[in-house]
Nanobody, 123 residues
Framework: QVQLVESGGGLVQAGGSLRLSCAASGSFVSKNVMGWYRQAPGKRRELVAAIANTGNAKYADSVKDRFTISRVNAKNTVWLQMNSLKPEDTAVYYC?????????????????WGQGTQVTVSS
């Protein structure tokens, strides 16, 4: 069982930056695929970015060149640096951990979840 705790959300103006952190604990955390997902009101939870334990990363098209996911396996921590934020980035952001076999399956149906952190971008 993996426990995930997110932090770093808040209110920011369009064009600003935020950095989200996710602290993970539990078995085999350092081997897991770690990801950030978001869910806006009335919408489905969607992938933002994911990173394998090798450092290989994937991004949603909507955040490429603006967001960067990173991790330090020894610290069981993953970050999401968000730059050039837009009002449409407003959502609850969730940290996710899943078995490495799911690297090719990054929908929101698998893994362990944190409680979420609110990100609000004002125009």
């Amino acid at each position: 069982q993996v426990q995930l705790v997110e932090s770093g959300g808040g209110l920011v103006q369009a064009g600003g930056s935020l950095r989200l952190s996710c602290a993970a604990s539990g078995s085999f955390v350092s081997k897991n695929v770690m990801g950030w997902y978001r869910q806006a009101p009335g919408k489905r939870r969607e992938l933002v970015a994911a990173i394998a334990n090798t450092g290989n990363a994937k991004y949603a098209d909507s955040v490429k060149d603006r967001f960067t996911i990173s991790r330090v396996n020894a610290k069981n921590t993953v970050w999401l640096q968000m730059n050039s934020l837009k009002p449409e980035d407003t959502a609850v952001y969730y940290c996710n951990a899943r078995d490495p076999i799911y690297w090719g399956v990054l929908n929101a149906d698998f893994g362990s979840w944190g409680q979420g952190t609110q990100v609000t971008v004002s125009s």
